[in-house]
């Protein structure tokens, strides 16, 4: 699973998602990560599933962010032939809706700190948190090959999504 770098930050999460094959993103770099193409490259030598978030971040407002495309240019890099498959995941409610009204409001955005999101998963486990349904609908695969233009691709892969998102 790609993750923020932000969330190597966090004690003890940090640790955890990385023990759990998860590999961290610089973002906004604005060129080729060269530790990132070398962990693609790893990856795909092992023939490791990979999950990311086109967006780059989670959109709490339920907009649509611009697509990231490192990433995509890692896969390229490997001279491999993928299929993306666009997972829409979509909540009746927003998880940090509290959170989210604040952002609204002007307030900046809280950083991710593991002590939140301890008291937010109790929350959810004992029953305060209502998320009603969450909707989870596959779209097309998107074909990624090495003569792929990835700008084309991450718009086709954001249509994907944007189709099969449930309103709620």
């Known amino acids: 699973i790609a993750a923020a770098e932000e969330s190597s930050h966090i004690p003890i ?3 955890f998602f990385k023990k759990t094959q998860a590999f961290y993103i610089k973002r906004g770099q604005g060129r080729e990560d060269i530790k990132l193409t070398e962990q693609i490259n790893d990856l795909i030598h092992r023939e490791e599933t990979l999950q990311f978030f086109i967006e780059g971040q989670r959109s709490r407002s339920r907009q649509f962010l611009p697509p990231k495309r490192g990433l995509l240019k890692a896969l390229q890099k490997t001279g491999q032939k993928f299929a993306i498959l666009p997972v829409a995941i979509s909540y009746e409610k927003v998880p940090e809706e509290t959170a989210l009204l604040k952002e609204l409001r002007g307030l900046p955005k809280p950083k991710m700190q ?5 008291k937010w998963t109790y929350e959810l486990i004992s029953g305060q948190v209502k998320l009603g349904k969450v909707h989870a609908k596959c779209g097309a695969p998107c074909l990624l090959e090495a003569d792929t233009e ?8 954001m249509g994907e999504l944007q189709k099969n998102t ?3």
């Open 166 to 168: 449930v309103a709620t």
């Open 114 to 118: 593991l002590s939140a999101l301890m």
């Open 150 to 157: 990835i700008s084309a691709l991450s718009r086709n892969i």
């Open 13 to 15: 999460l940090g640790e």
